[in-house]
C-alpha cells in the first residue's frame, strides 16, 4: 500500500512546517513538535517568525518574502525552542503550488558537535606535530602541495611554515640541496604509486 502524502509528511524525518501566505503556521510533522518542544496546537497558533529570535526578525521576513515570490531559501538560524533554548538548523523554504510555504529544518547539534570535536582533535594534532623537534608535513598527493607543515620547519631550516604552504614539489625543489633533487623528484614518483598505508624513508639535504 502506498503511502499518502498525510502519512508521508507526518513521518518525515526533519521537522517540516507549512505556512500560510502571512507567515502563519498552519501545520507542523511530529519532528517539527519535537525539534521545538511546542505541541501541534501551539505551532498552529504561532507564525514562522516567533520561532526565531526576536533579532532575526526582519531577516526571517525578508525570507518569507522571498518564498512567495517563487525563490528558495536555504541557510543556517537558530530555532527557538518552548523552553527558550535555542538549537541550531538548516532550513530549507520553497513555495508550493497551493501558495503556502513549507520549511525544511535539519537539527544540527550532531554535526555541529562533530565539527567541534574535529577541530579540538585538529588542534591537538598541530601541539603535538609542533611539539617535535623535526620537520612533519602533509603533502596532498592528488592537489600536489604542501597542505601542513609544522613549527619545526622554522627549527631545521630557519623558514616559517607559512612559507612552504601551498607550494607544490617544484616549488619546493629550489630549496633542495642540487645535488639531491634527482632523489628528492623520485621519492615522490614513488609515493604516487605507493599503496596506502606504506612507509616510506629517505634522506636529503635543505638549503638553509
Known sequence: MEASEGDIFEGAPDALF???????????????????????????????????PREHAASVE???????????????????????TLVGVEIHGRRLADGRTLGIARDLTARKRAEAELAESQRLVRRLADSIPGVVYVFDLEQGRFVYMN?????????PPERLLGLDAAQVLDDVHPDDRTLFEGHLAKLL??????VLQKEQRMRH
Open 151 to 159: 613549527d619545526g620547519v622554522r627549527r631545521v631550516l630557519g623558514l
Open 193 to 198: 604509486d605507493a599503496p596506502d598505508g606504506a
Open 62 to 84: 525578508h525570507g518569507l518574502r522571498t518564498l512567495l515570490a517563487g525563490g528558495t531559501v536555504l541557510r543556517q538560524r537558530w530555532l527557538r525552542r518552548r523552553d527558550g
Open 18 to 52: 507549512l505556512a500560510d501566505e502571512t507567515g502563519r503556521i498552519v501545520d507542523a510533522n511530529a519532528a517539527a513538535c519535537a525539534l521545538t518542544g511546542f505541541s501541534r496546537e501551539e505551532l498552529r497558533a504561532m507564525r514562522v517568525v516567533d520561532l526565531h
